[in-house]
């Protein structure tokens, strides 16, 4: 299997950059600085209309908590229809309870109202029990991806218990994301078995998008793949 290397952009200019420079996917937002929040429509639309690689689209309304009262959660459902319509080829989205678990009623509803693949997000990381965590989103056909540093601040940090996610060869598939850069992307994916990276302030240099850094790690990411150890 080819590994996959998504990038955060922001708008048609940073797509355009990051598509031309080897980004195989890429998750479109808005307010990076603050993790991604949903972006405009029209946005999303030109990206779509622009760039030959997928689209995933954050539908994230604000960055307070990944809980969500009645009338946010409404919000959500109906954005993420309109997303569909917009040209997203998935959408990106998580949400918890108040104990922490995965909140799948809201996670379903989204993905059903989409009717598009969906990406939970890096809520996954404040989940209370990661492997419960995941076992409860592999109940849900439409979760088809994780984006995770398995627990931790980064990537390398958490590299063991997205080592045992990714053993499991088994859907969703885990992106695995947080503090990857040109120089140790090699090692996480070694360490992990990764097949999907996710990367955001690594594809930038004083924050703006840099085609040179995605070249770079997109040549690291398809070189022969290191034994993989736990």
């Known amino acids: 299997m080819s590994k996959v290397l998504e990038v955060i952009v922001t708008g ?3 797509a355009a950059i990051a598509a031309a420079a080897g980004a195989d996917r890429l998750e479109l937002v808005t307010a990076f600085e603050r993790g991604g929040l949903t972006p405009d429509l029209r946005v999303v639309d030109d990206v ?4 030959t690689v997928p689209v995933h689209v954050m539908v994230r309304p604000h960055d307070r908590s990944f809980c969500y009262t009645r009338a946010e959660r409404y919000e959500i459902t109906e954005t ?3 997303m569909r319509n917009a040209g997203a080829s998935a959408i990106v989205f998580g949400a918890l309870e ?3 678990s995965i909140d799948l009623r809201l996670v379903e509803d989204v993905a059903g109202r989409a009717n598009l693949p ?6 996954f990381d404040h989940a209370h029990d990661l492997r419960e965590a995941y076992a409860q989103l592999a ?3 439409a979760v088809t991806r994780v984006l995770t540093a398995g627990g931790a601040a980064d990537a390398w940090s958490g590299r063991a218990l997205l080592h045992d996610l990714i053993a499991q060869r088994r859907a969703p598939e885990v992106l695995v994301g947080g503090g990857i850069t040109v120089a140790n992307l090699r090692d996480v994916v070694r360490r992990t078995g990764a097949r999907e990276v996710h990367v955001g302030n690594a594809a930038r240099t ?3 998008i840099d085609g040179t850094k995605i070249e770079a790690l997109a040549t690291l990411l398809k070189l022969p793949s290191p034994e993989s150890v736990a």
């Open 12 to 14: 048609l200019r940073e």
């Open 48 to 51: 779509a209309r622009t760039v």
């Open 80 to 82: 993420a229809a309109r």
């Open 98 to 100: 108040l104990d922490r």
């Open 118 to 123: 969906l990406t939970f997000h890096r809520a």
């Open 139 to 141: 109940t849900l056909p």
């Open 206 to 208: 004083e924050g703006k």
